[in-house]
């Protein structure tokens, strides 16, 4: 396992009780002794991925408020953190599809944290973008690629990585986006589709997908995690460390698969009795038959790569719902 030398670092989390959020704060626990997380959620907030390591794990400071009130923020101040990882979202599943909401948690509540941290001299602040900033494209997305957002939460996302890219440029603040494109894997939200996929893979009951060729770009969380921690220790450790100044890096697989064959693909490897049924899943509004990320400049810059394939990855996933089916 390995470890990452963040001894003393003060890292905060907001959306630490999110899928990618959760999974972050797991791996610091794991694997950065020394390190001292803090994390902002919600005042309701679901801790159900998180609930055992706050329990049990001593030294992780909880704050708790709304992102969209700056005075929840204050105590973020005067904590000082040295490394912000930014997950707090709204508009990411279909059932949160208010204009009002995407545009007060993406905006405002992004506004609001770089307020607030203002005179804090911190090491890195990451900010976790979406893929759907850049909208339909026909050949693989590139981070220069003009953005064409396709949802309310696309576009306040896209609004907030320009603020925020803008604002690391005009302050000479150490801000860079990690644009984010399918990510899948253990802490999933239940509703989507890799664990509902699971479900079904254990009960050997039929699996839905779209009968058009709907395709998106998986990548493993737990190779995103390695993204975000791989740059933060190389830009505090010092060894290749980057200009952070409006990066943005897509983590991503390079490579696109349909939601139909992603079926195929688990039904063999865990050798389910499933049947894979046409036409009954519904396709999201912004679905699209052609998404793929172009990973090359991540590759280049920060070394990294989206090392888990499919099928170990759904392995992998369908072995943790296995065991964690009522979780």
Same mark, same amino acid.
């Given at each position: 396992m390995k470890k990452y030398d963040l001894s003393g670092k003060k890292i905060l989390i907001t959306g630490a009780s999110g899928f990618v959020g959760s999974v972050l704060l797991r791996r610091i626990v794991r694997e950065c002794p020394g390190a001292k997380p803090i994390i902002f959620l919600r005042n309701n907030a679901n801790?159900?991925? $998180? =609930?055992? *390591?706050?329990?049990? !794990?001593?030294? $992780? =400071?909880? *704050?708790?408020?709304? !992102?969209?009130?700056l005075n929840s923020l204050r105590p973020l101040a005067r904590i000082k953190p040295d490394v912000i990882f930014h997950f707090a979202a709204y508009g990411a599943y279909p059932h949160q599809n208010d204009l009002e909401g995407a545009f007060k948690t993406n905006v405002i509540g992004?506004?609001?944290?770089?307020?607030?941290?203002?005179?804090?001299?911190?090491?890195?602040?990451?900010?976790?973008?979406?893929?759907?900033?850049?909208?339909?494209?026909?050949?693989?997305?590139?981070?220069?690629?003009?953005?064409?957002?396709?949802?309310f939460y696309a576009a306040a996302k896209a609004s907030s990585t320009l603020l925020l890219q803008t604002y690391g440029k005009l302050t000479h603040r150490p801000i860079v986006t990690l644009r984010l494109f399918s990510v899948y894997g253990p802490y999933e939200e239940k509703t989507r589709f890799i664990p509902t996929l699971m479900r079904n893979l254990i009960k050997g009951t039929d699996i839905s997908v779209p009968s058009r060729p709907y395709k998106r770009d998986f990548v493993y969380v737990d190779d995103v995690v390695d993204a975000f921690l791989r740059l933060i220790v190389s830009n505090i450790v010092g060894y290749e460390a980057v200009n952070l100044r409006g990066r943005i890096y897509n983590v991503c697989s390079g490579v696109q698969t349909s939601i139909a064959e992603a079926a195929r693909i688990a039904v063999r490897v865990t050798g389910s009795r499933s049947r894979i049924i046409k036409g009954a899943y519904p396709g999201r509004p912004w679905d699209s038959a052609y998404w793929v990320g172009d990973p090359v400049y991540t590759r280049k810059v920060l070394g990294w790569r989206a090392k888990t394939g499919l099928e170990e990855g759904i392995l992998k996933t369908f072995r943790w719902n296995k065991e964690n089916f009522h979780v």
């Open positions: 801790f159900w991925r $998180i =609930k055992d *390591i706050i329990n049990n !794990i001593n030294g $992780i =400071k909880i *704050i708790k408020g709304d !992102i969209t009130e992004t506004v609001n944290l770089v307020r607030v941290l203002e005179k804090v001299n911190y090491k890195v602040f990451v900010n976790v973008g979406t893929s759907s900033e850049y909208g339909y494209k026909k050949s693989p997305m590139k981070e220069r690629d003009l953005l064409e957002p396709n949802s």
